[in-house]
């Protein structure tokens, strides 16, 4: 043993370091540290001398400069595979350094987007960014530890193989080390480019910021936990957290493994609850990703009910998501329906034994300040004093982005185009159904009636389709509805199929060729006709 004979300790976080420095002590290294981390280790009785008997120099600038010296980065740099080098270093006098245990300034931690320069400025390590990249470069000599929880397996591995550090696990903490550079690099440049940002749009006299879809984006991502499988089982799946954007917590209080699909649809749901509606609960029922039944209602129990009549049919096997707390009475009334997931701000304990005689029922908690925030930040990009978050998509060619449809539709941004006018009563259900049809893959058509989703096609490839399905599903409920469509009508064809099966209004976004066609069929069968002021295609 007693491989390391010179090492150097400079921590900002000093969990475990006496302990590392004690281990290596008694193994007869010499070790040095500076500032804090030397006043940590003579506390607990660890021989470590100052960092200036390697440099020969004294901290200057109120400890900015401390361990940025030629002396010190020789004796870790240094090839000693090099016969060149290592009569050089006995020239000089300077000891080889075998290990380098170092952690940054807490940057990550302490800096936000609105901290003040001047702080953030203070957090910016450099010394210590220094020492780390030298010994990860020249790893198959010098050890380099970043991580305070690896000082006790290092201490385990070095026991196990008497000092001789394999290559293999040096290669590994060298790697680990320039990831922890890495991110604190990113760190400091997303806390600049905010800060840029800021600044322009205080230029500007703007409140929303600017979406820069040019130059590099980038995105790190950190693997949450495996899924039981992807889309099919033969796929591979996981779930990842991604550096950038809010990732709502959730808990999964039982059930199976949640599986992609799975959090695709409780992804759904969860969109759909976030959303502020007219009334305090609202209820949807996801298939595959689109919502075959949706409600708001100012009972629990009846916005539960009236999801899953939407489309009883689909509903069998389908993913609940509730923008309420689950309790006894709401949990009733779950039961009586096969569903694979059920998603809920908050699930109530005599809720949550009901439920557990459904073993397979997955019961995925967000928490009700989650599903809350996520509201206020709807509400805030449409007021514009938020980002409006990013969406990613994998193509061939690369990556698509863009931002995510949480466009509101004001009361005044309607506009009726044809001779019969919009009554009173259907303004509740255009509302709702315009919250409602984003989430339906397109070509997709809804039938709204009394804040309840009554019919839905969806992803058709042509529009009449989806006005034929909608209207199949919707039975004896069309009569009086609400038709409400994701894009323009290109032809008069829809307007006639909707008058023939009851429909009073129709509502969709202008654009076509034909508009003229089409209002003049509805003012012909008496309908009321509404453009509204955007699309809502969701490919």
Not at 181 to 192: G, L, M, N, S
């Given at each position: 043993m007693g491989k390391i004979e010179t090492a150097v300790i400079s921590v900002f976080n000093k969990s475990w370091a006496s302990t590392l420095g004690r281990f290596l002590a008694e193994e007869g290294a010499n070790i040095y540290s500076s500032g804090g981390t030397l006043a940590e280790l003579k506390a607990k009785k660890v021989p470590a001398k100052p960092i200036e008997k390697l440099t020969g120099g004294k901290e200057m600038l109120g400890g900015r400069v401390k361990t940025l010296h030629y002396q010190l980065y020789a004796g870790i740099l240094a090839d000693r595979g090099k016969k060149r080098h290592r009569r050089k270093l006995d020239k000089l006098g300077i000891a080889p350094i075998d290990l380098v245990a170092v952690n940054f300034y807490p940057f990550k931690e302490k800096v936000r987007k609105r901290t003040r320069m001047e702080t953030a400025q203070e957090l910016i390590d450099i010394g210590g960014v220094t020492l780390v990249r030298a010994a990860a470069k020249n790893f198959p000599h010098v050890i380099v530890l970043v991580d305070p929880e690896d000082y006790k397996p290092f201490i385990q591995e070095y026991r196990d193989c008497e000092g001789d550090i394999p290559y293999e696990l040096r290669l590994?903490?060298?790697?680990?080390?320039?990831?922890?550079?890495?991110?604190?690099?990113?760190?400091?440049?997303?806390?600049?480019?905010?800060a840029l940002e800021r600044e322009k749009r205080r230029k500007a006299g703007l409140k929303k910021p600017a979406l820069e879809l040019e130059g590099r984006l980038k995105l790190t991502f950190t693997r949450t936990r495996n899924l039981r499988y992807g889309e099919n089982p033969h796929q591979r799946a996981a779930l990842y957290t991604p550096s950038e954007g809010v990732t709502v917590p959730f808990k999964v209080l039982q059930g199976k493994e949640m599986s992609y699909n799975n959090f695709l649809d409780a992804g759904a749901v969860f969109r759909f609850c976030r959303m502020p509606y007219d009334k305090p609960c609202a209820a949807c029922v996801v298939k595959h990703v689109n919502p075959c039944g949706a409600a708001c209602d100012d009972d629990p129990?009846?916005?539960?009910?009236?999801?899953?009549?939407?489309?009883?049919i689909s509903a069998y096997g389908g993913i609940l998501g509730v923008s309420f707390e689950v309790g006894e009475a709401e949990a009733r009334e779950i039961a009586k329906t096969f569903l694979e997931v059920v998603v809920a701000p908050k699930f109530s304990r005599e809720a949550t034994r009901l439920l557990a005689a459904k073993k397979k029922l997955r019961l995925l908690e967000t928490g009700a300040r989650a599903l809350e925030a996520e509201r206020k930040r709807v509400v805030a990009a449409n007021e514009k004093k938020t980002e409006t978050p990013l969406q990613f998509l994998r193509t061939p060619f690369g990556f698509l982005v863009q931002e995510e449809n949480l466009q509101l539709m004001r009361p005044g941004d309607i506009e009726v185009v044809s001779d019969t006018p919009l009554r009173p009563q259907y303004k509740p259900d255009l509302a709702f159904g315009m919250k409602v049809i984003r989430f339906l893959k397109s070509n997709s058509v809804a039938l709204f009636k009394d804040l309840m989703m009554v019919g839905a096609g969806t992803g058709q490839p042509n529009r009449v389709d989806a006005a034929r399905i909608a209207i199949e599903k919707a039975g004896k409920r069309v009569s009086g509805s609400v038709l409400v469509s994701d894009g323009f009508f290109p032809f008069a064809d829809s307007v006639e199929l909707a008058s023939k099966a009851g429909v009073d209004v129709l509502a969709a976004p202008g654009g076509s060729i034909r508009d003229h066609e089409v209002i003049a069929r509805a003012n012909a069968l008496k309908l009321c006709l509404v453009f509204v002021p955007y699309r809502s295609f969701l490919h």
């Open positions: 590994k903490y060298a790697k680990k080390a320039l990831v922890y550079c890495r991110e604190y690099d990113e760190a400091i440049e997303d806390y600049f480019t905010a129990v009846r916005a539960i009910q009236r999801a899953k009549e939407g489309d009883p």
